[in-house]
Every structure is written in structure tokens, then in C-alpha cells.
């Protein structure tokens, strides 16, 4: 319960972060925002993904206890790292170079990706230990921070570089009020082992190469948008998905953050047969969870834009994010469902594989599409390529791997969709705003939590209605 309460924080304050830092910089100061962030995030998986992979793997209270050299290895080559691009964004600043972003933006870009690296790898060695309280206050004050110092740099400075500035300082802000659940001392027991480095390297390069070529779409298609229709049309284009990820993401984080924590657990504990059950067990419920979430989304996104999205932005945004839902929906899916599976499987390639089917057919239908005024045919080619990689990669597990959900899971969850879009369209109809919204946000919920309860869909009526009676008689 802890542990969804810290999501439910974490996302509303992403949310309005993200909504607050548009309508402070306007579309062009956001186009350059995001653009400068999209190349952060493919640094990022580039170079320290592969620590945290590591780290959610093969670390945990155990480890800690009995391998000290574990977590030597992963600090040590954290600092290396984190020291090496610490010199490529001073160089990046200073070369002058002819880049889609100006130097200073660009070595701000290597900036964030260290100081978000260092927090997603500090989440994952409190994840791995199972500290929810202090993976709690880290992330609730990293957002907390974020709020005040990336939204207030936007705010009063209307600029693309005093907010990332603000996300880099909020990082370290968040680490110093969380530092005690991170300090391990048997750690200075142990030293770094190199084998030990390169056995996590060979682990994580498949699952960051693919991430690299996913996170590439939405880069190049940024970067494509600002050169052709200026940064102002590549703001508006990149809000409507900005936010659609972090929603789906942060529903996906939750989930991932106990389910396959739960599959890594029944495989040291009781093997991979259990852990490969769990691993099914927890892609229905994925399922049951993101699907009805992003329909949801798109249902009440007219009332949505009417209350939240900044004026300069409305209109496209709901277009954008239309054309985007499949993307989103894909997005969560592939990282939160499918992807553990190999994960737990040991077998890496196919998300390489998917990730390639992926960018290809970006490519493809940026070529193949008509031109449009606007972002639009970039927005279609993102939904197109995120499709294509979710059907590469779950072919791929059909005949690979013998983990699926039950199909009663899949067609229940389908079927609750359709009666929700069936009871909460014609409220569509109603004249935007918060009256609206809560209609179908109450209609959609009751109508998604009865097919539920009917159906078991996952197993959730199981699982919660212990809970539930508990709660009633207590």
C-alpha cells in the first residue's frame, strides 16, 4: 500500500511538473526543453542503464550482506562513468559544434543524463533491498524539488536551461534527504571486481540496446519536426506524448516495481519454473491494468485539455495524443509485460531484435506517409512503430519462451474495454470540464471495476477481496 501511495504521489507531481514547465516556456523554450531532454534519456540508457539493470538483478539484502563486492563494483563504475561524461559535457560546451541543439543545451543534455542516472540507479538499490520507506522519501523529494526548482526556473526565467538545471539540482537535493537508506557500509568491505563489471555489462547491454533504439524513435522524429516545422510545432507535438508517457509509465513503474521484484524472488526462492509463472501471472495483470488506462485517457481527453493542458498548447495536444494512444499503450506493454519475460528467461536478443523492427518501420513511414502541415505524419509513424516492435517481440515470445497470460485475462480485460467505451462515449458528448470528466471518470471506473469483479480479470477480484473484507470488518 506504501509503495502505491509513493506512485500516486509521484505521478500527480510529474504531471503537473510537466504542465507547469509548458506553459511557462511556451511551445518553442519547450520544444527546445524536451529535445534537449529526449537526447539526456538516450545518454542516459547509453551509459548507466546498464548499472541499474545490474542492480535490480543482482543485488538485494542478501547479496549486501554476504557479496560486499557487488555493490563495490557497481558504485565504482558508476563514478567512472558518471567522471568520463562529466568531461564530454564540458568539451560538448565548449567545441562550438554544429548540433540540432546549441552547445551550452547540449552539455546540459550529458548533465541531466548523470544526475538522472544516479537517481534511477540509487531507486534501484533500494528497490533490490526491498526499502520501501526510504525508495519513498527519495522519490517524493526528488519530485518535490523538481516542482520548485524546475517549474520556478520556468517560470521566472521562461528558460529551457535554468529548468534543467533546476531537474540536475533537485537530484542531488533528493540524494542528500535519502542518503541513510543508501549508505551501505559493508560495501567498504568489498572491492570492485572487473569480471564482476563486465558479467553486469554483458547482462544489461541487450535490454539498453534495445531501449536505445526505442527512445531513438521519439528523438529523431523530434529532431526531424524542429528542423522542418521550427521548435515551436516540436513542442506541441512532444507535449501531447510527454505526458502520455508518464502516465502509462508511472502506472508501469508501479506495477513493475512489486511484480517482477516478486518473479525475481520466486526464482532464487523457489526456481525458474515459479518465477516463470509468476512472470505470466504478472503480465495479465499488466494488461488488465494499461489497457483500460489508456482508453481512459482518451476518453476523458477533451475535458482533460479543457482543464490542465496550457492554452498555447490546446488543440494540438489532444490531436497529437489521439494519434500517439497506440504508442503509449505499446510503450507500457512491451516495457512492463512483455520484456521481463526474456529478462527472467536470460535471453536478451529478441528485444534487440523487436527494438530493430521498431526503428525500421519508423523509418518507413516517415517515407511512406504523406507530408502533412504538421506533426501529424510523424505522430502516426510513432504509433506505427511502437506496434511493430510490441508484434515483433510477442512473436518472438510465442515461440521462444512458454510464459503468457491466460487468455480468459486478455479477452476479459478487452471485454471490460469495450464496455466502458460503450458506457462513457456518449458522455464525450458533454461540454468540457470537471463536471465532465468526473462523470466518465466515475462511469469508466465503475463500469471497468464491475467486469472485474465478474470476470476475476487477472485474478485482481482474488487478490483484493481478502483485502477489501478485511478493511469492511475491520
Known amino acids: 500500500m506504501w509503495m502505491m501511495l509513493v506512485f500516486t504521489v509521484n505521478s500527480l507531481l510529474n504531471f503537473v511538473v510537466s504542465l507547469l514547465v509548458a506553459k511557462f516556456l511556451g511551445p518553442a523554450e519547450y520544444g527546445r526543453f524536451v529535445l534537449a531532454l529526449s537526447a539526456s534519456v538516450v545518454i542516459q540508457l547509453l551509459l548507466f542503464d546498464w548499472l541499474r539493470f545490474a542492480a535490480t538483478r543482482f543485488y538485494s539484502e542478501r547479496d549486501r550482506l554476504q557479496r560486499p563486492n557487488v555493490r563495490a563494483t557497481l558504485a565504482a563504475a558508476f563514478g567512472w562513468i558518471a567522471f568520463a561524461a562529466s568531461l564530454a559535457a564540458f568539451g560538448v560546451y565548449a567545441s562550438g559544434l554544429d548540433l540540432p541543439l546549441s552547445p551550452d543545451l547540449a552539455g546540459l543534455a550529458i548533465g541531466v543524463s548523470i544526475s538522472n542516472g544516479l537517481f534511477d540507479f540509487a531507486c534501484a538499490l533500494l528497490r533490490a533491498r526491498f526499502l520501501d520507506k526510504s525508495y519513498g522519501l527519495l522519490v517524493v523529494a526528488k519530485n518535490a524539488l523538481a516542482f520548485t526548482l524546475t517549474v520556478g526556473g520556468a517560470f521566472w526565467f521562461g528558460s529551457a536551461r535554468v529548468a534543467i538545471v533546476g531537474m540536475m539540482v533537485s537530484v542531488l537535493g533528493a540524494l542528500f534527504a535519502g542518503r541513510g537508506g543508501l549508505i551501505d557500509d559493508a560495501a567498504r568491505d568489498g572491492r570492485a571486481e572487473r569480471a564482476l563489471g563486465m558479467r553486469f555489462l554483458a547482462y544489461g547491454m541487450p535490454i539498453i540496446s534495445a531501449n536505445i533504439l526505442y527512445q531513438s524513435v521519439p528523438l529523431l522524429n523530434r529532431v526531424l519536426v524542429s528542423q522542418s516545422l521550427g521548435f515551436a510545432e516540436a513542442g506541441q507535438y512532444s507535449l501531447a506524448y510527454e505526458i502520455g508517457v508518464r502516465i502509462v509509465g508511472a502506472i508501469g513503474s ?105 526503428v525500421i518501420a519508423n523509418l518507413l513511414a516517415i517515407g511512406l506517409l504523406a507530408t502533412t502541415r504538421d506533426a501529424s505524419n510523424y505522430a502516426l509513424a510513432q504509433s506505427i512503430s511502437s506496434l511493430a516492435g510490441m508484434a515483433a517481440v510477442t512473436a518472438m515470445l510465442s515461440w521462444l519462451e512458454p510464459m503468457w497470460p491466460r487468455p480468459r485475462d486478455i479477452f476479459g480485460a478487452l471485454a471490460g474495454c469495450a464496455a466502458m467505451l460503450c458506457a462513457v462515449l456518449p458522455l464525450r458528448g458533454m461540454p468540457p470540464g470537471a463536471a465532465a470528466m468526473t462523470a466518465q471518470i466515475l462511469v469508466g471506473g465503475a463500469v471497468y471495476l464491475a467486469a472485474v469483479a465478474a470476470l476475476d480479470i487477472a485474478g485482481l477480484r482474488t487478490l483484493l477481496r481478502p483485502k477489501i473484507a478485511a478493511r469492511l470488518n475491520g
Open 254 to 358: 508501479a506495477l513493475d516495481v512489486i511484480l517482477f521484484q516478486l518473479a525475481v524472488l520466486h526464482e532464487k526462492t523457489a526456481g525458474p519454473e515459479s518465477a516463470r509463472a509468476q512472470v505470466s501471472t504478472n503480465m495479465g495483470v499488466v494488461f488488465a491494468i494499461v489497457a483500460p488506462a489508456v482508453l481512459g485517457c482518451w476518453l476523458i481527453l477533451p475535458s482533460f485539455e479543457h482543464l490542465f493542458v496550457p492554452e498555447s498548447f490546446r488543440g494540438p495536444y489532444a490531436h497529437y495524443f489521439a494519434l500517439m494512444a497506440p504508442a503509449l499503450a505499446a510503450f507500457a506493454l512491451i516495457n512492463y509485460a512483455i520484456n521481463p519475460a526474456f529478462q527472467i528467461a536470460h535471453r536478451l536478443a529478441p528485444l534487440v531484435i523487436a527494438a530493430l523492427v521498431a
